[in-house]
C-alpha cells in the first residue's frame, strides 16, 4: 500500500500524497487546517498537541482501543487504520454541541490564556474514554495530566473541572464550606454530580474502521521512505536489504523524533514495527516472566499490575513503581520498552530495574538465522552505544523469576527535577538475597547482590565490584555504610558529567541504597529507626475559594463573569498568531543566531543554504532601510549583528524560504566564521570581576544607617544568590508581516504585550512613518513580561525581511529558540548587613544588589530600581542604604517578568527577618510582627502608607489558616519523624502598582454602539489570558447598561487606539478599564438624553435604533491619565506608587530530607484586592502566579555554561532551553489543600470601582515555600547537631535542599559541609 487511510473527526482521509516526515501535529495543523491542536514544544513535554487516537482491536469485547498521544511527535503515517479525534472533534462554540469536558472546564475557570487547553480538554478527554463506559476515580483524574503544562492557572481549577467526572466523588468525606461566600473543589463538583449520571458523549468510531485489514505500507517521500511491515519476517527481510544507517526502526517515535528534530540526524528509510505480532507479547512461565520488545508502557502497566502476586520476585512491583512517575500518560500510550531498552539513555529510568532484575535480551538475526541471548548488563556499551549488530533487532525481554528458600528483595528508585514526567537525576535498582545466618538475633547474610544506577555513568551501570565484596557480609547499617563507601568509589563521576550536580547524584545513590537498606528491614521485621521513610502517599488535591459579597450597586463588575473566550478555548476556536490562515504568497522565516558569545563576524557563506529548494533570501543588517540601531529602551541593540555578536542567540540575519521546514534548513546550514573576543563575561561575578556595568551604582538612602550598625546590640551579614525564571509562556513567539506597495503600508499580527512600541520601531527600522504601520494583537498565549520589549527584535527582523523581498513573512520561534533568546528574570546576588536590637526591632538595614542584565540594557535598569524600591517588604526599617548595580554579561539580554524585581528584593528581605530569628532563637513570625509598618508610616523612598491592611492580612489569617497551633504541629511531626520533616511559614507581601513613571499611566479606549444595539469596545491593553477583556466588558455593560452580550472585544490594534503602554505592572485594568468607563459614560449620557418619561423602559436595542435617527453620535474615545502621580527620583529618595496591593500565604510542605523531594501539604492567602472586578479571574489570577512563584523560588533552574563550574557546557550556551531541561510546576505540585480568600471590606478610592491589580503580587508569596522547606531543612539539621542558621540560595531545587540537609551521606561526598552549600548554579 502506498497510501494512508484514517479518519479525522469522523470523516475519512485517503492520502497518497504525504511525506514521511511529516508529524501528525503538522498535517492537522497545516493541511487540514485543524489549529486547536497546538504546538507548545514540538518534543512531546507540554501537551499543547495532544489528541486522541482510537483503534479496532476487536477480540471478544469487540474492543476499541482510545489512547492519547503527542501529535508533535507521532509520524503521520503512524496513524494508518486509526481514528484521530482533535479538540475540534469533540464540539464547537459555534455550533452550541460542546462536549461536557470543554464546558466544564471553561465553566470553572480552567482556562486562562488558552493556550494549553485544548491539550487539556484532550487528556480530560482521553481519561474519560480510555475506561469506556466507568467514570475515572479521583485518584484516575489526579494522575490524568501528567503530560500537560499551564503556565496560568496553577492548575487548581483544572482539576476541580475535571473531578465533576469522578465516579468516587460522592463518596469522599468532605466538610460542606461553611459560608455562601466560600466554594470548595468539592461543593463545585458535587454540583455536577447529577449530571454525571447522563452517558458521556463519546465521538462515534467510524465503523469502517472495525474492518481494517492492516496490510504492508511503502510510502515514498522526497527525502525518506516509510515502510510498516506487518510480519516479523517481513521486518527482519526489510532490515536485512537495508542494513545499518540505510534504515532505522522506529516504534514509538519518542526518540527518534527528538534525534531527527534536535540533532538533525536523517535516515533515508524508516521501518514501523508496531504491527509485529511477536513483539507485542507478554507472558509468564515456571521460570521467567517475558516483554515483548513492542510492549508500550502503558499496556506494560496494566500488564504488571495483573502479575502483581507474589510469584515474582518483586519485579512486577519494582518496575510499577519507577512507571508511577515515568514521562507522561501521553508518552507512554506510544512509547516501547524496547525502544527505551536501545535508546540506551544513561538517565534511563527503567534499565536499571531490568538490570537489577538479570534481564536478558532476545536479539533476532536481520537474516532469520540466529538468536542472540545476552544479559542486559552487558549490552549497554557506553553513551547511547549498544552491543547489537546492524542486522540484529530486538524481539523481547526474559526476566527470571528465582526460586530459592533465600529471602529476595528487588526495589527501585528514581529522583528527579519535578515528580510528573521528568527523567530521573538519578535512578537506581536494587536487588539482594539474604539468608538467615543467625535466628536467634535474627541475622542475614548476603548471599547475592546487584546494585545498578541511571544517572551516574555514560551509561546504565552496574555496581559490580561493590556487588562482589558483599557477599557474605550481614545485612547491618554497618554493612550499608561501608556500601556507601565502595559505590561512591565505584561511580567517581567527573566534573565533565551532563548535567553536572555531581555531589547531588552521588548522595542519592546513598540515599536510596539507606531507603532500599530499611525498606528489607522492614520486610524482615527488624525495628527500624522511621518508618516514614518506607513510602509517602500523596492524597488527592482539594481547593476553596472565599469570596466577599458583590457590592449590591453594582450588576456586572464585581460578578464572577467567566473568561470571555473560555469557550472559545476549550474548543480550539480561539486564534493565536500561528493559527492564522495563510496569506497567498505568503514566505516563512528561520533567524540566522550566533553560535558564539562576544565574537566578531568575520564571514557569512549562505551558499549551501540557497541551494536548498525553496530558498528566497538571505537578510541581515545590509538590508536595513531605515535604522539598524533601535531606539528607547533598546537603545543599544541593533536589529541584525553589523559586526560583535554579544551572545549566543544574537540575531544575525534570517533566512527565509517557501516553507517553513525548507527555511529551518537552511538556516542551520549558513556558515559564519568568528573572531572570539575577550573577556568573555557571563556570571555576575565575571562582571563584578572585571567592572562590566551599565552606568553607575544606583543608590536610594534613608537616615544613617553606619550610626545603626555602630549603636546596635547585634548586627548579621551574609550573601544570598537568586536565580532567574524562564517565562515559559505556552505559546512562542510569533509573528506576520505584511507589506504592502498601497501608500507604504506595513500591517503586523503580533503575539506581544507592546504593539505601540513595536509600531513605533517597525517605522524607524524601515524608515517609514508611524502612521504608515498598523499592529494588531487578538490575544496571547502567556506573556508575562516576556513579550514586552523581547518581543521586539524578531518582529523587526521579520519586518525587514518582507518589505526586502514584498511578500507576507511569518515567523514561529520553536521552544528552544524561544528560551535560548528571549531572555529571563534577572539572576541577583544580595548582600546585607542588618542592625538589630535584642528584641529584634530593626535599627538599620545596608543591602547590595547586582543583578544580570545580559549583553544590551534593555529593562535590567528599571528592574533593579523596582528591586530597591521593594526590599524593606512589609517591614520599617528606620535606616536602610540600597545600592544597585546592573551587570553587563555576555547572555541574551534580561526583562521584564511578573514582579519585576520585586521578588528578588523580597527574598532578601525575608531572608533577613529569618536570619535575625534564628540568630534571637525566635519565632519569625514575632519578628515580622514587630517590625512591621503601620498605617501613615513612611516608606524608605518617602511615600505615606494610607489603607494599609496588611496587620488585619496576618491577624485574620493566622487565625483563618490555624498558623500557631500548625506551628506545633509542625514541630511535633518533626520530633517523631528522622527522614520526613515538615516546616510551615507566614509571609506577607506589599506591591506596588502604579506610579513612578508618570507617562506609563495613561491609557485609551475606544467604543462603538452599532444600530443594532451590538457593541465593540477597544481599548489600549492586550488579552495576555489575565481575564483583562472580560473585565473591560463587564465595565461596559455596568455604565452602558446593556446585556454583557452584546459587547465584543475583537482585538488591540494600533489604528484604534494609538500611543498605548506594554500591557504590563498589574495596572492594565486600572488604566483601560478607566479609559473604558470614560467612553462609556459619554455614550450613556448622550443616550439618557433620549429617555423622558413615557420611556424609562425602552429597551437596549430601540433606545440605539433611536439615537442613531435622532443623529446622536454612537461612538466615544475615552482617555484615562492617572492623577496626582509624579516621576521618581532616586538622587532626591523620592517615589511613589498609585498603591499596594497586599496579602499574605501560609504555606506548609513536607520534605524528604534523603532525596530533596517535597510536597505542598496546604497553602492559604489572604489577598487584598479591593473591591474585585470579578472574584473568579482574581482567584485565578492569585493562584497563578502563586504557583509561578513556587517554579521561581523552587524548582526553575536556568543552567548556562560558564568558566568556573558547568564545564559540560559550551561557555554562554543555555543549557536548560527546552521542556525536558527546564522545568516549571505541574499538576503533581499543586498544593494539596490550597485555600485563597479574598480581604473583605477593602476599598481603594485610587482605581477603578475601588479594585486593586493583582497580576504580580501573589507570585512574591511563593517565598513562602521557600522558607518552609528551609525550616524543615532545619529540623533535620538540628537533629544532626548543627544549630547554626544556614544560607539557603534560590531556587530550593530538589538538589539544594538534599544538600541543605547535611547529615552522613553528603559528608562522604563532601567532608567539609560549608563546601555544601555553596552558590553553585547559574546567577
Ligand atoms: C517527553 C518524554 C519524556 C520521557 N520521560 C522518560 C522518563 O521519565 N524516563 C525514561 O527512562 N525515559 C523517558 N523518556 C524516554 C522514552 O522512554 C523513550 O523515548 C521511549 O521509551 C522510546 O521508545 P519508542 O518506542 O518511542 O522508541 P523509538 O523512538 O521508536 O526508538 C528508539 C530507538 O530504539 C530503536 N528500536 C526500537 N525498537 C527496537 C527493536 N525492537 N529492535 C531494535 N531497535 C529498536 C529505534 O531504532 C531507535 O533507535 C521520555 C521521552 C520523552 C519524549
Ligand atoms: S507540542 Fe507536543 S508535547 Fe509540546
Ligand atoms: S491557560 Fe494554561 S497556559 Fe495559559
Redesign the pocket.
Known sequence: MNCLSFYVNGKEIIDGNIEPEWTLLWYLRNKLRLTGSKLGCG???CGACTVLISRYIGGESDEIEHRTI?AC?APLCSVDGCHVITVEGLGSADKSNLHKAQTRLAELSGSQCGFCTPGMVMSLYGTLTSKNDLLPTMQDIEEAFD?NLCRCTGYRPILDAAKTFASDIDKIHYEKSSSSTTSTTMDKCLSYVQKNSLKIDQVEFPSKLRNYIPQSIHIKGSSIDWYRPISLNELLHLRHTYPGDQS????????????RKFQQINYPRL?A?TH?KE?QEIKRTKDSIYLG??V??TRLKAKLIELNDNNNNGFCQALLD?LK????T???N??????????A?P?????PVLVAADATLE?HRADNTKVRHISLCDFFLGDRRVS?ADY????GIHIPLVKSSNKYFLRSY?Q?SRRD????IV?AGFKVQLEQSNLVNDQWKIVSACFSF?GMASKTIQAINTQQQLIGLSWTKETINKTCELLLKEMPLDELSLGGQLEYRRTLVQSFLFKFYSYVCNELHQPLIDSSILSYHRPISHGQQTIPEQPQSQKFVGSSLPHRSAYLHTTGEAIYVDDMSFLFNTLHAALVLSTKPNARIKHIDIDDASKVPGFVSFVNYLDVPGSNKTNGILSDEEVFVSSVALCIGAIIGVVVCETEHAAQIASNLIKIDYELLSPTILTIEDAINHQSYFGDEICLQKGDVEKSFVDAEHTLEDTIYIGGQEHFYMETHSCIVIPSHDDKEITLYLGTQSASAIQELTALVLGRDVSHITCHVKRVGGAFGGKESRSFPYCLAIAVAAVKINRPVRLNLERHVDISITGHRHPYKIKYKVAFTNEGHFLGLDIQMWNNGGCTLDASRAVMELSMLHVGNTYQFPNIKIRGRVCKTHIPSNTAFRGFGGPQAMLACETVVEHVAAYLKRDSFTIRRLNLFKEGDTTHYGQILELWNVPRILDELSKSSDFIQRQTNVDEFNHQNTYRKRGISLIPVKFGIGGLFKCFNQAGALVHIYTDGSVIVTHGGVEVGQGLHTKMISIAAEVLGCSIDKIRISETATDKVPNMSATGGSVSSDLNGMAVKHACEQLRQRLDTLIVDNNVNISWEDLVKQAYLTRLDLCARGFYATPNIFDYDFTKNQAAYNYFTQGAAVTEVELDVLTGDWHLLRVDILMDVGSSLNPQIDVGQIEGSFMQGIGLYTMEELIWGDHTQNKWIQPGQLYTCG??TYKIPSFNDVPIDFRVSLLSDSLNPRAIYSSKGIGEPPLLLGSSAFFALKQACMAYREQQGLSDYFTLHSPATVERLRMACTDEFTRRVCPDEYETLPPRGSY
Open positions: 518534543e512531546g513535554g503527542n511527535l503530560g532505522k526502526l522506529v516504534f514509538g517515535n519518542t526518540t527518534v523524533q527528538i534525534e521501518i514495527i509485529i513483539l520488545a513492542g508500550t508502557f519507577q512517575h515515568f514521562a507522561s501521553q508518552i507512554r506510544v512509547a516501547s520498552l524496547g525502544g527505551n531498552i536501545i535508546a539513555s538517565i534511563s529510568d527503567i534499565n536479539l547489537m540484529e533487532i530486538l524481539v528514581k528527579a514526567d521528568s527523567k530521573g535512578s541511571g521542556v525536558d
